[in-house]
């Protein structure tokens, strides 16, 4: 079974920054692509980013592209989430994510390609 942990979270005002990790169990991490979602209060779940499972790829929302990166490290079973100009609409709890199979080549949005998901990090970017 595939165990997904965040942290990172936290409280920030508006302009700073924050970054998100997510450790993955088990020893198949480095074959799977990853993803960020997150979840604001009374919104539905959105796609942050992705990478590919080797990390030569990534994949941003529209959102937060030039704001916000995704990196992985395959040596510690970990995704990161560096984000940076925060706002106050990035406010949500924040998913890391597994996709479905291993070594696709293909980073997609949908939230139906990713088999497991971690508990969540809470963000607050005050104003």
């Known amino acids: 079974q595939v165990q997904l942990v965040e942290s990172g979270g936290g409280l920030v005002q508006a302009g700073g920054s924050l970054r998100l990790s997510c450790a993955a169990s088990?020893?198949?991490?480095?074959?799977?692509?990853m993803g960020w979602f997150r979840q604001a209060p009374g919104k539905e779940r959105e796609f942050v980013a992705a990478?590919?499972?080797?990390?030569?790829?990534?994949y941003y929302a529209d959102s937060v592209k030039g704001r916000f990166t995704i990196s992985r490290d395959n040596a510690k079973n970990t995704v990161y989430l560096q984000m940076n100009s925060l706002k106050p609409e990035d406010t949500a709890v924040y998913y890391c994510?597994?996709?479905?199979?291993?070594?696709?080549?293909?980073?997609?949005?949908?939230?139906?390609?990713?088999?497991?998901w971690g508990q969540g990090t809470q963000v607050t970017v005050s104003s």
């Open positions: 088990g020893r198949t991490f480095s074959s799977y692509a």
């Open positions: 990478i590919s499972w080797s990390g030569s790829n990534t």
């Open positions: 994510a597994r996709h479905l199979n291993p070594m696709s080549m293909v980073l997609t949005s949908h939230q139906i390609s990713y088999a497991y």
